[in-house]
């Protein structure tokens, strides 16, 4: 361990035999029930074929080497037990928000709220699918579209190709609550797809969480557009099975002075992907990326990968990306982030951060933080580093009386503190450190 940014040579393991590309998509669609029919039509052929040109990622793609993908082109998931024994009480729960249930990656309409609010206009995919005139079918698969240049994304593709069902959201106002998306288990091998999509009008402000556990296997996917001056806070907390499988992405399109701002908290997991992809087409825009992972091999493999690409396409653009990542136990974390800042697009401030805190000998962290300019009146910079827990500072806080396990958690937590404060609202913001501090303090000892 070193406080030197990580560079890695090719650690994927190999497969003598493996099918060809083109005989594992053909395996993996054939174990999917495609969609027909409805608006989404076209964008789904669309992208069902360019996923056939793409095929599924192997081992040797750049942007997959070091995680090894051979678990999500498997035709099924293997199942994972459904346990509800999580010593937490589920995150939000006291607030006053809007209710969106999906089990096994279905709409649960009884389970939900009302889905009328001012400034706000909500719809389930699978219900709406025949209206052709909804305005979802001018944004259903389009910012995935764009998001596979230049790097190619078939998981997706293959989500837009694929999935049945999501949730619409068009804001015009600013609603008085936040809308929450829970995921819930039922069945305990469920490969669940699902595809949200998201337009706020010029001015609108909205803040969206997510929480809980989808399937054994799931690929999610949230297309986001912001119009001149909009506000989305994102907030997800992805509670996982120590079997679980899971691909999201997330792809924001964010115009003139708009804000888009996302936080995870990730926990638990045998392989856990994330793709962010932020594209500025407005002057003086904001967007900015977080997540704070807390992963421990204790039970079984631990692996998560962010993979986040940020395009400067307009002039005074702020883009933060600030990774936190705390492994134990053998546990392997990942990081790939790009800045591309394009010609013309002058005083960009681009920022990234990727960190990790190994808690053992045995954890691990590859980080590949890139920069491609080409403006020269720009401020952008990246940094990842790795290393242990400061014995100085662990000395000083057991010298002053506190337990070695509680100043262990109180280190760890200082070290996620970057990544939190990205969650703007004070309120949320506690109840995610509360949660990390809940995990940490029953895993503290090393």
Request: proline share 4%.
């Amino acid at each position: 361990m070193s406080d030197a940014a990580v560079q890695t040579k090719d650690v994927t393991p190999q497969v003598s035999g493996a099918p060809k590309k083109a005989d594992a998509l053909d395996a993996r669609l054939d174990a999917l029930t495609l969609p027909e029919g409805g608006f989404t039509a076209p964008a789904r052929a669309d992208a069902l074929a360019r996923l056939r040109e793409m095929g599924l990622p192997g081992a040797r793609d750049e942007y997959w080497r070091y995680t090894d993908p051979r678990s999500f082109n498997a035709p099924r998931p293997d199942p994972i037990e459904i346990e509800d024994k999580s010593p937490d009480s589920p995150l939000f729960t006291d607030l006053d928000r809007l209710l969106i249930v999906f089990v096994d990656g279905r709409f649960d309409a009884a389970a939900s709220s009302d889905l009328s609010q001012d400034g706000v206009e909500i719809d389930i995919l699978s219900s709406v699918e025949g209206e052709a005139g909804h305005w979802a079918k001018d944004l259903y698969g389009v910012l995935e579209t764009a998001g596979q240049n230049p790097v190619k994304r078939p998981f997706a593709a293959l989500n837009t190709a694929a999935a049945d069902e999501g949730v619409l959201i068009r804001v015009t106002g600013k609603p008085a609550k936040p809308i929450h998306i829970l995921h819930r288990r039922a069945k305990d091998d469920a490969d669940v797809i699902w595809h949200h999509v998201i337009r706020l009008e010029q001015d609108a402000e909205l803040t969206l969480l997510e929480t809980g556990m989808v399937g054994a296997r799931s690929n999610g996917q949230i297309e986001v557009d912001l119009a001149p001056g909009a506000k989305l806070h994102h907030i997800a907390a992805k509670r996982a099975g120590h079997q679980k499988l899971g691909f999201s992405a997330i792809f924001a399109r964010v115009d003139r002075e708009a804000q888009f701002r996302s936080f995870t908290l990730s926990v638990n997991g045998t392989l856990m992907r994330h793709e962010g992809v932020i594209e500025f087409v407005g002057d003086d825009a904001v967007g900015h990326i977080a997540a704070a992972v807390l992963g421990d091999g204790d039970k079984g493999p631990f692996h998560h990968d962010d993979t986040v690409f940020v395009t400067h396409g307009a002039e005074r653009c702020e883009s933060r990306q600030v990774f936190k990542k705390v492994l134990k136990n053998g546990a392997k974390g990942v990081f790939q982030g790009k800045i591309l800042v394009k010609a013309g697009a002058q005083k960009t401030d681009g920022y990234q951060i990727s960190q990790a805190l190994l808690l053992d000998e045995d954890s691990q962290f590859l980080a590949k933080p890139e920069l491609e300019i080409y403006a020269d009146d720009v401020v952008c910079s990246h940094g990842s580093t790795t290393g242990a827990i400061d014995e100085t500072a662990l000395f000083y806080l057991r010298s002053r009386g506190v337990p070695k396990d509680r100043a262990i958690v109180l280190l760890v937590l200082s070290f996620l503190a970057d990544a939190l404060d990205e969650v703007a609202d004070e309120g949320l913001r506690e109840q995610i450190n509360h949660r990390l501090e809940a995990w940490l303090t029953r895993r503290a000892k090393i």
